[in-house]
């Protein structure tokens, strides 16, 4: 498969570039820096383009099989964060114009407000949202509603990982929930294993037009 991939300089990107050519697939990588991506291969290709456009991204989707997503925003207090919303309205803009269909993007655990009496981990409900979150958690939640209520022609699919850890992939296999958190898991997610897993959404169609919350 031919996959264009935005948020590629980042770690989460970056390992899904790399288990993306070893799996055999051609890789466009979409980037506002191309200086950060290291790696060379031949199925590798990294353009400079801004996320937030619409006309940058459409030439490069162009016989593009899927577009996947790592794209993410650092915690904000004070400002409000759109990173989310409008990266994905360019996405699936030029989506429509080129004829792609298909995207997989991350979130994360807890896009939606729930108690702690609801099943949500006490550390998400009472302090890594209203502490350190509250901007980015509430953008990601505007980019799910949008998916959802604009987006019937897109096949999409929101991976949503707990805390996210720069260790080596586990190998495990994935637990799901169809919601915002796993439930009884607790802990964090090797970034490679949620690449692993958003590798396998474009193999099966179980996941098509899903939010999914993933956890080992």
């Known amino acids: 498969m031919k996959l264009a991939i935005l948020g590629a300089t980042g770690p989460s990107g970056q390992a ?58 650092r915690p904000s207090f004070l400002t409000t964060v759109t990173l989310y919303t409008d990266t994905t309205r360019a996405m699936v803009a030029a989506m429509r114009k080129t004829g ?28 890594l949202r209203p502490l350190f979150l509250r901007q980015v958690l509430a953008d990601m939640s505007r980019m799910e509603d949008y998916l959802l209520s604009e987006c019937q022609d897109i096949n999409y699919t929101v991976v949503r990982p707990p805390k996210l850890l720069n260790t080596e992939a586990t190998g495990k296999d994935i637990k799901t929930n169809e919601g915002q958190f796993v439930p009884d898991a607790r802990g964090g997610m090797p970034r490679a294993d949620v690449a692993r897993f958003m590798l396998q959404c474009l193999q099966s169609k179980e996941w098509d037009r899903k939010m999914i919350a993933v956890m080992i």
Do not use: Y
Request: proline share 3%; net charge neutral; hydrophobic share 40%.
């Open 16 to 73: 899904l570039v790399q288990q993306s050519l070893e799996a055999g697939h051609e890789v466009l990588a979409l980037v506002r820096n191309p200086d950060g991506i290291s790696t060379k291969h031949e199925q590798l290709r990294v353009k400079k383009v801004d996320v937030t456009k619409e006309e940058d991204l459409a030439p490069f989707f162009k016989q593009c099989d899927a577009v996947m997503s790592c794209l993410g925003s």
């Open 100 to 127: 792609v269909t298909r995207l997989v993007c991350m979130t994360a655990w807890g896009t939606k407000r729930k108690s702690s009496a609801e099943g949500e981990p006490w550390a998400i409900a009472w302090i």
